[in-house]
């Protein structure tokens, strides 16, 4: 056992683009192409809502690694909405986190795993194929690039479903906003979130840019629409009889995104628990793993309830709303803190329009869901208010009757022994 039982400060530069880029690059890029062109129209139109899903997301990553370096505690979002708006709507974060952003974000990545993973195993396999390198060259030179003509024809555009093209494209670049949950075990944090930020957003953008133009280029929109694994599609097309390497990267991509999300979810369920805003044993941590063990516990258990809908892209739509509110409240703080407290140190500062228009952006994001799938915004609603009386009885009442402390911290030392857990040890730094 270590001499000092505390999250290790040891993330470098390089791992936290390896985060970014793993946590982004999940299932999104493989599901939501279908997404987007069902609900613009056309190719041309699809390829422009990913290019400004990308560029929105860096305007929100970029207005988060200055929040992140003004204010360098780990939990993220849910930190900087308590230190702005108060601890109820930091509770409603971490609340609809646990139920629906990131467990039902998780449930989605691992849907579309095994839908890959199944896909060998149910489907039959063409005969013969030239040299991989080979026909995946043919497929960009050769492709398929009548599916280019009138690529941006107004009159196909379905303007009313766009709000929820531009989902499924945001689907596809969520994850920018985990990082900072982590900031206590970020190496130099100051310098190394802003520059990981911004690797991470570009790579990941000319990625999924380039990846669509692949995915157009050999199937149509037609091929593309009335397929539940688009990937596996172009795959076969591409690749003959090693299509099947297409469902193992993509199985693995899933995982890797998957565990990206645990590491960093973890972490803000651990700092809400130190803060006292969730049960006690959310804030402890692994003797020997020096992991919040309890935290991961809670996250993969309510991952596998959610595994009880199996309509991905409704999944999608419905975790977004809850999911953009708080992002825009959290995005919000940064023009107030600028106000608030000028005499924060800041060793990274973007221009105030950048979270303006983020926000705006984003407030039309949440005002095109309710327009476009109201029941799910009903349902979003109703789960985050849920958490108003939760917060109420356990979080504000503090005269609860003595039974209830004395069995809770009973609970607690049981639950401790059982996954050797302990609080952590205040830090030095």
Known sequence: MADVVQLKRQVTLLDCVVLIVGTIIGSGIFISPKGVLQNTGTVGWALVVWLGCGIFSALGALSYAELGVTIPRSGGDYTYIKESAGPVFAFLRVWTSMLAI??????????????????????????????????????????????????????????????????????????????TNITEEIMNPSRVIPISIMISMAFVTVVYLLTNVAYFVVLTPEEILGSDAVAVSYGKRVLGNWWILMPIAVTLSCI?????????????????????????????????????????????TVSLLMLTSDNVYSLINFLSFSRWVFIAMATASLPYFRWKYPEWERPFKVPLVIPIVFVIMAIFMVAGSIYSAPRDVIIGMIMTLAGIPVWLVFVWWENKPRWIGTASDKMTLVLQQALYVVPPEVKDD
């Open 256 to 300: 890797g995104s998957i565990n990206g999300g645990v590491f960093t979810t973890t972490r803000q369920f651990f700092v809400a628990g130190r803060d006292g805003q969730f049960p006690s044993l959310l804030s402890m941590i692994h003797i020997d793993r020096m992991t919040p063990l309890p935290s991961a516990a809670v996250l993969m």
């Open 102 to 179: 990131r467990t039902a974000s998780s449930a989605v990545l691992s849907i579309t795993a095994a839908t890959y993973m199944l896909a060998p195993i149910y489907d039959g396999c063409e005969e013969g194929a030239p040299a991989v390198t080979i026909k995946m060259l043919a497929g960009v030179v050769l492709g398929n690039t009548s599916n280019f003509q009138n690529a941006f024809d107004v009159n196909e555009v379905d303007w009313t479903g766009l709000p929820l093209a531009f989902y499924s494209g945001l689907f596809a670049y969520s994850g920018w906003q985990y990082l």
